[in-house]
């Protein structure tokens, strides 16, 4: 069995560490009610117990299973979630909360959304201009140019409407909005998909930059190598809880994930064993008795089918849900 | 022998296309896919690939050159015989729908194509937002699987997968399209999943670029 080591900070770090906080999100949860089939009510627990930590400079990724929520948590944060949708939990913003007052006026100046859906950008409008409108001085069309080759755009794209750009282009146009903002905590929910190796370099550098700069950055995404490359911390998201936080520091020294369900996301890459375990997370309208991942498992026990298993600390800001995690 | 499997791919045919009359995309592409093989092709981002995809499933007139379905030009009828699944889902499926309507669509669906693709019943009556990426892109590879398809063009179609889906998708795509003999172009930036699917990989690029040398 591992034995953790816990981090022993000052109380002078520690004060340090906590004005730094940019945004924690403590027990969040989002359900949806609507009507189901032939009017009855339905419940979705799409986000049952989500928790997040994230400085300024540091890039915070978040990964896991498709359908977990992770969309709409970063639309939770942004306050704009579905209307019949209800959030719980608690959201700071700066050590203060985040109330949906602040939130309107952050939306857009301090916190700024890179979505996953390319129908977001107005089909009608140049891309150039779309990027311009978030640009706050130096409101001119060579501003914005200047950021498209930095992003590997070339410059004439300024001119041409969303339907006339690839994928990829569509990804660095979002990229090059981040760039032309000048938010604080920026969350890009999928930036690298559907990009070329060298692109994903490039637009994981100008990640960089950002952190660099002080700011925070939520990286959403399927890309497990992109996130271990450029975050600080990786938070992996099951069914809408979280079920680990890592610290990339443990991972660069050779450590595994520790929950199974990391795992198994990492055995799934085609680079590693492109292996497919078996059945799907648990619908949003199950209400879950015992650990969310018991039934896809390899490791299921009697207990896990019963109990639940809570989100244990097991060093500063690295956290795991599962009765049997680093065995 | 030869001319009888040669009846039997998916050919383009000196194929070259343009946006803007002064700026050929690309010219002279060769390319053929026989039935019941996976073909995987990667190449730089906006290169052309999509553009090639949407020529290949009949969206698009090539400006020269020609596609030909197991030896005949596209015929119109009512369901082409080359499905494309495109990159991104949502500009692919009618906001204004409820889900269900996919699949009142194509009536003759197979019914076990939902559940092997693990598409769950209570997503039938939403519209497409309120689905996750990865669960409307389930609904555009489905669509793909009509009796009559002979051919799919898949467009980096599982990039808005997790990993564990992904190959839980792919797993059951091979097994369905080798079972129905279908031919697949699929295009990926990921090489290594592309070494997993394919039974060839092509650059885009080289076979952009082996055509540039005979301009
Ligand atoms: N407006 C809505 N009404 C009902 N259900 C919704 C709505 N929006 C999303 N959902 C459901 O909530 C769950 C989480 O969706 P979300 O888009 O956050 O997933 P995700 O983690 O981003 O997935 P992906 O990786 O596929 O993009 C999904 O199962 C989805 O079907
Ligand atoms: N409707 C259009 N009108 C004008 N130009 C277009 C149009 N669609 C695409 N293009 C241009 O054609 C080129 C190729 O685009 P395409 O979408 O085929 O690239 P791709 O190889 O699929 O790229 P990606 O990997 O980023 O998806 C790009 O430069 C793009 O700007
Ligand atoms: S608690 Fe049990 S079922 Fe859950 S992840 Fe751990 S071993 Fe698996
Ligand atoms: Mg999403
Ligand atoms: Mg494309």
Redesign the interface.
């Known amino acids: 069995m591992h034995v953790y080591e816990l981090n022993h900070e000052t109380q002078e770090e520690l004060e340090k560490i906590q004005n730094n906080l940019l945004l924690e999100v403590k027990n969040l949860s989002l359900t949806i009610e ?1 009507f ?2 032939g009017w009855t009510r ?1 419940r979705l627990y799409v986000i049952r117990d989500f928790h997040l930590k994230i400085h300024h400079g540091e890039v915070v990724a978040i ?5 977990s929520g ?2 709409l948590l970063a639309d939770a944060i942004l306050g704009i979630h ?1 209307k019949n949708s209800i959030v719980d939990g608690m959201i700071k913003y700066e050590n203060e909360l985040l109330t949906e007052k602040r939130r309107k006026r952050l939306r857009g100046n301090d916190i700024l959304l890179i979505p ?4 977001a950008l107005d089909p009608l409008m140049k891309v150039g201009k779309q990027v311009k409108t978030l640009m706050k001085q130096n409101n001119h069309q060579k501003a914005v140019k200047q950021i498209f080759q930095k992003v590997g755009l070339d410059p004439d794209v300024y001119d041409q409407i969303p339907s ?1 750009c ?4 569509i990804r660095k146009i979002f990229i090059a909005m981040a760039l032309a903002s000048e938010a604080k905590l920026i969350i890009a929910d ?1 930036p690298t ?7 994903i370099d490039e637009m994981l550098f100008q990640i960089k930059m950002l952190e660099k700069d002080n700011k925070g950055v939520i990286m959403i995404t ?1 890309d ?1 190598e992109a996130a271990m490359k450029v975050a600080d911390k990786i938070a992996v998201f099951y069914a809408g809880e979280t079920v680990e936080v890592v610290d990339k520091k443990h991972l660069k020294k050779g450590g595994k994930f520790r929950h199974p369900y990391s795992r ?3 055995n ?4 590693n064993g ?4 078996d059945s ?1 997370q648990p ?1 949003a ?1 199950e209400k879950l008795t015992g650990c969310s991942f018991a039934k896809q498992c390899p490791k299921a026990t009697k207990k896990c089918k019963i109990e639940k298993p809570l989100l244990k600390e097991i060093s500063h800001d690295e956290m795991v849900r599962c009765f049997y995690a680093g065995m | 022998m030869t001319k009888w499997l040669g009846a039997f791919m998916l050919e383009c045919k000196n194929i070259g296309f343009y ?1 803007n009359r002064s700026n050929w995309l690309f010219r002279n592409i060769h390319l053929s896919i026989e039935r019941g093989e996976i073909i995987g092709i ?5 290169s052309g690939k ?1 553009t090639l995809a949407k020529i290949m499933a009949n969206y698009l007139s090539p400006t020269e050159g020609e596609v030909l379905v197991d030896g005949e030009k596209s015929n119109h009828s009512e369901v082409y015989p080359v499905q494309l699944i495109w ?2 889902p ?2 692919a499926i009618n906001p204004k729908w409820k889900l269900s309507k996919i699949f009142e669509e194509a009536k003759e669906l197979d019914q076990d194509i939902p559940s092997i693709l ?1 598409i ?1 019943e ?1 997503w039938l ?1 939403r519209r497409a937002h ?6 409307l892109q389930r609904f555009c590879i489905a669509r793909a699987f009509h009796p009559d398809t002979r051919y799919i063009i898949a467009d ?1 179609i599982t ?10 998708i ?2 059951a795509l091979i097994r369905l399209v080798k079972e129905r003999n279908i031919g697949v172009l699929a295009i990926s ?2 090489i ?2 592309l ?2 699917i394919s039974d060839r990989i092509i650059d885009f690029n080289q076979l952009k670029g082996a055509s540039e040398k005979s301009f």
Request: proline share 2%; no cysteine.
């Open positions: 609507r189901g089939k339905e990964v896991g299973a498709s359908g992770k969309s579905p996953q859906m390319t129908n006339a690839s994928g990829g282009m999928e998909n559907g990009l070329d190796y060298e692109s399927h497990l198994a996301l990492w799934a890459l085609p680079q492109f292996i497919a375990i799907t619908s309208t | 946006y990667y190449g730089k981002s906006g999509t990159q991104h949502e500009q693990g769950k209570e009556n309120e689905l996750s990426g990865g669960e980096e990039s808005m997968f997790d990993a564990i889906t992904q190959a839980q792919w797993h930036h990921h290594s999943l070494e997993r």
